[in-house]
T-cell receptor, first 116, second 114 residues
């Protein structure tokens, strides 16, 4: 069985603050993918990043960075210098790499509110 | 643009009535999925398909059935809708152009069962 936990239900920050969204996962498989999706107020789901379990290098894309730590089963997402446009619900997800038809298991999401 | 269209986008229905949601894709993707989104639960997989007439259950399949008679269409049916099925339903395709196992989602269908 797989499980993804996003313990932070809602976070509020003031623009330009840095914010980290936590994601902890459980899986018995040794090979898996981890994902982050963004759901802005308009409701669509936007893919942000996919990491595989072989690669623990942190990744940075502009103001976004991801910290994957296999030892603590965590895949945290940091937004640097947050902006109002970052306001959204963010979902962390997990899937096996082989078989199981790419079924993603999602966390319950973290709502991020960025205010001026 | 993965070319995913969900219909209807909004529907209000009454308990006990049948409802069918349609997911249409234009790019010949093999894998298609139906998820539901509820507060406090995130997204949960209902059913998925790995080809024409090939479907399987997800974690919350009770009360739902699916059909895929053509590659481009994946239908989700609630035979007798209940209030607990009020939700936002998302269709997804596995879009290999975005990377292995990446799902691309449709815009969602909001269903209210009174």
């Amino acid at each position: 069985a797989q499980k993804v936990t996003q313990a932070q239900t809602e976070i509020s920050v003031v623009e330009k603050e840095d914010v980290t969204l936590d994601c902890v996962y459980e899986t018995r498989d040794t090979t898996y993918y981890l994902f982050w999706y963004k759901q802005p107020p308009s409701g669509e789901l936007v893919f942000l990043i996919r990491r595989n379990s072989f690669d623990e290098q942190n990744e940075i894309s502009g103001r976004y960075s991801w910290n994957f730590q296999k030892s603590t089963s965590s895949f945290n997402f940091t937004i640097t210098a947050s902006q109002v446009v970052d306001s959204a619900v963010y979902f962390c997800a997990l899937s096996f790499i082989t078989g199981t038809a790419s079924k993603l298991t999602f966390g319950t999401g973290t709502r991020l509110q960025v205010t001026l | 643009d993965a070319g995913i269209t969900q219909s209807p986008r909004h529907k209000v229905t009454e308990t006990g009535t049948p409802v069918t949601l349609r997911c249409h894709q234009t790019e010949n993707h093999r894998y298609m999925y139906w998820y539901r989104q509820d507060p406090g639960h995130g997204l949960r997989l209902i059913h998925y398909s790995y080809g024409v007439k090939d479907t399987d259950k997800g974690e919350v399949s009770d009360g739902y059935s699916v059909s895929r008679s053509k590659t481009e269409d994946f239908l989700l049916t609630l035979e007798s809708a209940t209030s607990s099925q009020t939700s936002v339903y998302f269709c997804a395709i596995r879009d290999r152009s975005s990377g292995a196992n990446v799902l691309t989602f449709g815009a969602g269908s909001r269903l209210t069962v009174l």
